[in-house]
């Protein structure tokens, strides 16, 4: 029905940048929150950065001021531009996303996810 897939992953240096991007395709009729999320080895899955439909963004303490959110409503497609990376942001990182469906359902769906490692 709908897909999410995750792209822009990779190594990276400490200090440097990458950008994330997360498609969304399938039967959509509308998209309200697109998120992303990241999950470490050992850890839970938390939530990285939240975006609704009406503009309004919330960010995780640790990221706020070097990551952004941002979409693209018209390609279906949310970005995470992430600056001054550090190790601990080492991680695989989810797109998720709350979509209303040609029948007018509402659900959830989540991408496969896309590694990030922060490594010199």
């Known amino acids: 029905q709908v897909q999410l897939v995750e792209s822009g992953g990779g190594l990276v240096q400490p200090g440097g940048s990458l950008r994330l991007s997360c498609a969304a395709s399938?039967?959509?009729?509308?998209?309200?929150?697109m998120n992303w999320y990241r999950q470490a080895p050992g850890k839970q899955r938390e939530l990285v950065a939240l975006?609704?439909?009406?503009?309004?963004?919330h960010y995780e303490d640790s990221v706020k001021g070097r990551f952004t959110i941002s979409r693209d409503n018209a390609k279906n497609t949310v970005y995470l531009q992430m600056n001054d990376l550090k190790p601990e942001d080492t991680a695989v990182y989810y797109c998720?996303?709350?979509?209303?469906?040609?029948?007018?359902?509402?659900?959830?769906?989540w991408g496969p996810g896309t590694q990030v490692t922060v490594s010199s």
């Open positions: 399938g039967s959509i009729f509308s998209i309200n929150a």
């Open positions: 998720h996303a709350t979509v209303v469906l040609t029948t007018l359902y509402e659900n959830d769906f």
């Open positions: 975006m609704p439909n009406d503009g309004g963004t």
